[in-house]
């Protein structure tokens, strides 16, 4: 591993310590994702709003989101997304390797903040993110984040939820 990160590094492709984490036996997870070079790498990511104000299952919000996503901050590539009054999750996969994800995260939050300037809607300051281990943790996580509005009485069927959508073709590679 050490000498393909080492080529992975002297090519430019990824800034050497950034992206990758050595398991230390932590109690709270390291900042940043642990990306595993020659591995299906998807991200579990949820975002809250700050004070868990009500204000991010809205047209405007998903319209920005995914213009933001899709076009301006493609470090990372956003696959199927879901937004909740006050949160939101999302599945993404690291595409330009000079960027964590947590830098991305911030990036799309400050772009879609400047859009939006005349609003009081706040972003939490930190997110959670988890890089899922296999299939079965990707297809568990993605069934129960599709049925959050409908456990939250927010609607009778999943599938009604107007705030979710697909930007980009995630799929799991592998096992």
Known sequence: MLSSLAEVCHVGRLACG????????RQTPAPGAHVLLGRTNVFFVTVNAKDAVPWIASDAVQKSLVD?????????????????PDHLHFFCAPHDLHFGIDKWVEFWKRQFTRRHLDQSWTWQRKSFHHRLRDRVEYEEKLAYVRENPWRKDLVANADDWPFQGHIHDIRWMGD
Not at 18 to 25: A, E, K, L
Not at 68 to 84: K, P
Request: net charge neutral; glycine share 12%; aromatic share 16%.
């Open 18 to 25: 950034q992206g990758i984490q050595r398991d230390v036996g």
């Open 68 to 84: 933001i996503w899709r076009n301006e901050a493609t470090a990372w590539l956003v696959g199927y997304y879901l937004l909740m």
